[in-house]
Antibody, heavy 118, light 109 residues
Framework: QVQLVESGGGLVKPGGSLRLSCVVS????????MTWTRQAPGKGLEWISY????????YYADSVRGRFTVSRDNANNSVFLQMNSLRDEDTAVYYC???????????WGRGTTVSVSS | EIVLTQSPGTLSLSPGDRATLTCTAN???????VAWYQHKLGQAPRLLIY???RRATGIPDRFSGGGSGTAFTLTISRLEPEDCAVYYC??????????FGPGTKLEIK
């Protein structure tokens, strides 16, 4: 059974940091790109980052570039999102998703909630 | 940069009706890399359509996608109460950005 489980969310003050994790099972992790998408309260889905299967190619949305870093550990079937210099507007539910070459984001986790507030 | 817009913003229909949702891109998008997702409150988003017209695994044939170039549609026939959700289109072919559209909220009366 294909499964993605995010963790690491929580309450943090503006300027603080958090590291999100996504552990996957049920498929060959090293064969797939992985992505992070978020949904702020009352807003739509916002794609924020992806990482290639080997980890050597990464991309970020303008809203997080320079503050967030995506990485992966293929030996332990995990992808991470290091979030620094957090702002109020980073408050959201963060989802990891598998990116299939032809099918798009075909499997999603249930998300982890990040709240940035003083 | 590819920017997607969706219309209408909100759609209110009755059970049994047909819903037609539109996604428009500011520049041509490869048909091979357009997807539609369903997102219900408190749940993970779910892939419905990929490659503009291909149904994902387990998606009923009431859901269909079409279009090409800059205009794409998601049609949901024979609406059921469980179809109440926000629907997003996305392009995933660009090497840089996998932007979502702003979404269409579907209400079932």
């Amino acid at each position: 059974q294909v499964q993605l489980v995010e963790s690491g969310g929580g309450l943090v003050k503006p300027g603080g940091s958090l590291r999100l994790s996504c552990v996957v099972s049920g498929f060959t992790f090293r064969d797939y790109y992985m992505t992070w998408t978020r949904q702020a309260p009352g807003k739509g889905l916002e794609w924020i980052s992806y990482i290639s299967s080997s980890g050597n190619v990464v991309y970020y949305a303008d809203s997080v570039r320079g503050r967030f870093t995506v990485s992966r550990d293929n030996a332990n079937n995990s992808v991470f999102l290091q979030m620094n210099s957090l702002r109020d507007e980073d408050t959201a539910v963060y989802y990891c998703a598998r990116k299939d070459y032809s099918r798009g984001l075909d499997v999603w986790g249930r998300g982890t909630t990040v709240s940035v507030s003083s | 940069e590819i920017v997607l817009t969706q219309s209408p913003g909100t759609l209110s229909l009755s059970p049994g009706d047909r819903a037609t949702l539109t996604c428009t891109a500011n520049k041509p998008v490869s048909t091979s890399y357009v997807a539609w997702y369903q997102h219900k409150l408190g749940q993970a988003p779910r892939l419905l359509i990929y490659g503009a017209s291909r149904r994902a695994t387990g998606i009923p044939d009431r859901f269909s996608g079409g279009g090409s170039g800059t205009a794409f549609t998601l049609t949901i026939s024979r609406l059921e109460p469980e179809d109440c959700a926000v629907y997003y289109c996305q392009q995933y072919g660009s090497s840089e950005l996998y932007a979502f559209g702003p979404g269409t909220k579907l209400e079932i009366k």
